[in-house]
């Protein structure tokens, strides 16, 4: 299951199946996709903290009785809905960090990604095993040379081995790792967003989006409008009749 719990104005999002090693089953990515859906829209919330329970790792990824068949349409809904759970993460107006203890495997790994930090205890690893079962690492995998550069995300999904803290901070995958609370170090980096305009902040997570999916000049020109759609904003705020209207465009 997937639990919630909120602490002021930051909801920890909890992964809870440690009999099964917290492998992740249909039902559960429909609960985490409606989790960082409604979580954007709560105008109370402020941050979001991806964590299990257990202790002893973060999720092996998809549950692999998910994959028991020999159904492509099946196969294809299934992957399909775990795509949508990094969606809703990466579309989720609040920051959004991942703290991971232990193992961090597959389809877990995308999702962590797909989160605005990372932060992994000192002895956590993580893999990407699916070539070694005979099939490709894809959706969030896509991205994972942004992260971590091509070098090292090429051999993460080529060869199936397993990465250690040490490796993934070094290749810029993690933000952090520590030997404590991963989730306390986690929640600081979400309070030092929290001391920013809750706005302002979406507007920046749109943005670095922007700047994944765009050519520069497209990136640098949608940049431009979203800035002064902050002055519009800030202008509403002290006199809805005062200032002017941002650029007519693409946001």
């Known amino acids: 299951m997937i639990r919630q719990d909120r602490t002021d104005d930051i909801l920890t999002v909890t992964i809870d199946n440690p009999g099964q090693a917290n492998a992740l089953t249909e039902d559960m990515l429909g609960q985490l996709i409606d989790a960082f859906t409604e979580a954007g829209a709560h105008e109370s919330?402020?941050?979001?903290?991806?964590?299990?329970?257990?202790?002893?790792?973060?999720?092996?990824?998809?549950?692999t009785a998910q994959f028991a068949h020999t159904s492509a349409s099946r196969a294809y809904a299934t992957i399909s809905r775990l795509g949508e759970v990094c969606e809703a993460i990466k579309d989720c107006a609040l920051p959004v960090a991942a703290a991971i203890d232990?193992?961090?495997?597959?389809?877990?790994?995308?999702?962590?990604?797909?989160?605005?930090f990372r932060i992994g205890s000192q002895d956590s690893w993580y893999s990407m095993p699916e070539v070694r079962i005979g099939i490709p690492s894809v959706l969030e995998s896509v991205n994972l040379h942004r992260l971590m550069g091509w070098t090292k995300a090429t051999e993460f999904v080529l060869t199936g081995n397993c990465f250690s803290a040490a490796d993934m901070l070094a290749c810029g995958f993690l933000n952090d790792s520590v030997d404590g609370s991963v989730e306390e170090r986690a929640l600081e980096l979400l309070r030092d967003t929290t001391r920013a305009d809750r706005a302002v902040i979406a507007q920046q997570k749109r943005l670095l989006r922007t700047w994944k999916n765009t050519f520069e000049?497209?990136?640098i020109a949608d940049s431009k409008k979203e800035f002064a759609l902050a002055f519009a904003a800030k202008n509403e705020t002290a006199d809805p009749g005062s200032g002017d209207s941002a650029p007519e465009g693409k946001v």
Do not use: K, W
């Open 45 to 63: 919330l402020r941050a979001v903290l991806l964590t299990s329970a257990g202790g002893r790792g973060f999720s092996a990824g998809m549950d």
């Open 102 to 116: 232990g193992y961090c495997i597959g389809g877990a790994a995308e999702i962590a990604a797909a989160a605005d």
């Open 217 to 219: 000049a497209q990136a």
